[in-house]
């Protein structure tokens, strides 16, 4: 297996809600991401977690709360978000957990989130 | 501190063609990697071409190379013998140690369309 699977693919919530996002990997990758993409802009990191630790966290509001319950899984837990959080949210990992420079990412599909 | 700029927003080719994409980038570190990867409509973030800044050698990976400067911080891609499949996003980024640890940061990107 070589792929990222996130799911789900498309996901539209209300402000209110709470809601996941969830990311797998059977790659026995040591270190996993999430980023968040908004149309025609670049990637921008969120959180990374390595040997199942958080180990980067880009300041993001805590209306997004990520979760790795094992070194195959990453989740992103959603609540009370704003319009603006509508985005493509991107899961990747990498085989190396010491997060170098040398590290390649393996990217999934993605989840489109809208917020009403 | 790692920056990417990429001052194509749009390129195109005709299909057989060769195109060359732009990329410059800025990081303190001596070690660091550099990445091409493409995002066509299917969303997914696919890895191009790695290159390892130590190495003088060019990458090369069958249609797709690259033209590596490191004393001026400059590294395009080439794309030969152009294919439909080729019509993505491209985002050239940096992968440095230091306070960049772990973390992977993209060029704004470029279009890519590749006419028939």
């Known amino acids: 297996d070589t792929e990222v699977t996130q799911t789900p693919k498309h996901l539209v919530m209300g402000m209110t809600n709470k809601k996941s996002l969830k990311c797998e990997q059977h790659?026995?990758?040591?270190?996993m991401y999430w980023y968040k993409q908004k149309a025609k802009k670049p990637p921008e990191l969120m959180f990374v977690y390595s040997y199942e630790k958080l180990s980067i966290n880009e300041s993001v509001p805590s209306r997004f709360s990520p979760e790795c319950p094992n070194s195959s899984l990453l989740n992103l837990h959603l609540h009370a978000l704003q319009p603006e959080d509508s985005a493509l949210y991107l899961c990747?990992?990498?085989?190396?957990?010491?997060?170098?420079?040398?590290?390649?990412?393996?990217f999934g599909a993605g989840s489109r989130l809208t917020v009403l | 501190a790692q920056t990417v700029t990429q001052s194509q927003p749009e390129m195109s080719v005709q299909e057989a063609e060769t195109v060359t994409l732009s990329c410059t980038y800025d990081?303190?570190?001596?070690?660091?990697?550099l990445f091409w990867y493409k995002q066509p409509p299917s969303r997914q973030m696919i890895l191009v071409i790695r290159?390892?800044?130590?190495?003088?050698q060019n990458a090369t990976e069958n249609r797709f190379s690259v033209n590596f400067q490191k004393a001026a911080k400059s590294f395009s891609l080439k794309i030969s013998d152009s294919q439909l499949g080729d019509a993505a996003m491209y985002f050239c980024a940096v992968n440095a140690g230091g306070t960049s640890y772990g973390k992977l940061t993209f060029g704004q990107g470029t279009i890519l369309t590749v006419h028939p």
């Open positions: 990747a990992s990498s085989i190396r957990g010491d997060l170098s420079g040398a590290n390649v990412l393996t």
């Open positions: 290159q390892e800044a130590y190495k003088q």
């Open positions: 990081t303190s570190e001596s070690d660091y990697y």
């Open positions: 790659m026995g990758h040591r270190a």
